[in-house]
């Protein structure tokens, strides 16, 4: 089983329902048998939230502090690194908010460079407020990448039912098209291929590729990137030895449920893959960020001002972060175990042949 691991999450919007689906998730005693919880934030904050929800009985045992290397194995233990007089306004998107968002992602980031936490779950922040406040980055994703110094990475949406990921992340849909490359699609596969194997433990990883426009295309009737860019790509990461099939037709595809044929899905925009995960799994999605040298997770749900401090927030996919952050450590751990040649790997004497490279309506 390994050492118990440190889980640093941040509080992302304070005025959001980051705190409530946080403590919701801790709550349960058995949370601590699994993990040491580390909530980048406040104090003040944390009870503020605590005292509008009622329906949990046991007590909820905190360790306020003021570094991560002294944390209690047994506790909730939070990292004030936001000012004593914060203001909390519950369902607002504020300055303050913002800004306490960026200190707490900030302070995480410092933390598990350092060591003092094993993996990093992100509560949702409100992106354009904390663009305002002088972020300079369109998301998590992309600020993590940047911090870590890695080239490329992928969001990949995970539930026990699909892995769906993204060719292009947050960038306006009218842009899709002239970003979309050959180059680009490969570089998502190949990241996919490797993140399935060493943070899923998914041995010759089965990938299908979706086109961009109606029908793929229909022949080129109503676009051409399926024909000219999607195909070419799914081809030659079929001669690199990658699963890849497709492109498919997106509304097929998922309509008919093929996507359980599939280890995980590679859609071409953000709302065509994640539109449909959140349909069929929004209650316990999580977005992993695969390509990065930490472990970074995080619910499927923003920041939700509508119900803040309402009591009203479902804390499963942030259960499910915290249960996924650290199942992918796991694997990650019993994979570079293996490479090293500490054990024997052992390949299977036949190996899948793929068809892929064909456009499926």
């Known amino acids: 089983m390994g050492k118990k691991l440190t889980v640093g999450i941040t509080q992302g919007d304070g005025n959001g329902i980051g705190y409530e689906v946080i403590i919701k998730a801790l709550a349960d005693e058995r949370m601590l048998d ?3 919880p580390v909530i980048y934030g406040s104090s003040k904050i944390f009870g503020f939230y605590r005292k509008q929800i009622h329906n949990i009985d046991q007590p909820v045992n905190t360790n306020v502090i003021t570094s991560a290397q002294d944390v209690h194995p047994k506790r909730i233990n939070i990292v004030n690194c936001l000012p ?16 306490s968002a960026m200190t707490s992602l900030q302070r995480a980031v410092e933390d598990i460079r350092d060591g003092y936490i094993d993996v990093l779950v992100t509560a949702p922040i409100n992106k354009r407020a904390m663009v305002n406040e002088g972020f300079g980055y369109t998301g998590h994703t992309e600020y993590l990448q940047e911090q870590f110094g890695v080239d490329d990475v992928v ?10 990921a993204v060719a292009t992340g947050h960038i306006p849909l009218k842009d899709v098209p002239s970003v979309l490359t050959k180059d680009l699609i490969l570089r998502k596969l190949r990241l996919m291929k490797s993140s399935l194997e060493r943070d899923f433990g998914i041995n010759s990883p089965k990938i299908a590729v979706l086109g961009l426009n109606p029908h793929c295309g229909d022949g080129g009737l109503l676009g051409d990137e399926e024909q000219q860019i999607i195909l070419p790509a799914v081809q030659e990461a079929v001669g690199e030895g990658i699963n890849a099939f497709g492109p498919y037709s997106p509304d097929g595809f998922f309509g008919l449920g093929n996507y359980s044929r599939y280890d995980a899905i590679l859609a071409m925009y953000h709302d065509q893959g994640l539109t449909p995960f959140k349909a069929i799994a929004f209650e316990d999605g999580v977005n992993f960020t695969a390509g990065l040298p930490i472990v970074r997770t995080s619910p499927d749900h923003g920041t939700a001002y509508e119900m803040a401090g309402r009591d009203m927030a479902d804390p499963q996919s942030m259960m499910s972060s915290i249960y996924t952050a650290i199942d992918i450590y796991r694997h990650r751990e019993a994979y570079d175990e293996l490479v090293a040649g500490k054990m024997d790997i052992k390949m299977p004497d036949t190996e899948i042949k793929p068809k892929g490279g064909r456009i499926i309506e």
Request: a negative charge; charged letters at 25%.
């Open 34 to 36: 699994l993990c040491t």
């Open 84 to 99: 004593d007089n914060i203001f909390v306004e519950p369902g607002q998107a504020t300055p303050e908010s913002a800004k």
């Open 155 to 164: 969001m990949i949406m995970v539930s026990d039912r699909l892995k769906v």
